[in-house]
């Protein structure tokens, strides 16, 4: 299970998603549908990952595309950031 929460910055231009659970499954589609509506309008958006405990391939996948569009990823624990090091994040 993953919870994703949206978080807005003092200024509107950055939305922050917090996210608490598993980045697998049909949680990483759900991941993506959380972000393009941000994404489309312009913001920056960060990925606060400090709940997350495990990412699967696609959901590395999914973070290497969202870091390749400007999305900060941020707050890892240290499994979770040895898993997008391996993916060269």
Do not use: Y
Not at 27 to 52: H, K, Y
């Amino acid at each position: 299970m993953l919870r994703i929460s949206l978080l807005t910055g003092p200024t509107g231009h950055t939305a922050t998603l917090r996210l608490a659970g598993q980045v697998r499954g049909p949680w990483v589609e759900e991941l993506r549908r959380a972000c393009e509506p941000i994404l489309a309008q312009g913001e920056r958006l960060l990925l606060d990952l400090t709940e997350v405990s495990f990412i699967d391939s696609d959901g590395v996948d999914l973070c290497r595309t969202l870091r390749n569009r400007k999305v900060a990823i941020m707050h890892c624990s240290p499994f979770v950031g040895e898993q997008l090091k391996g993916a060269n994040l």
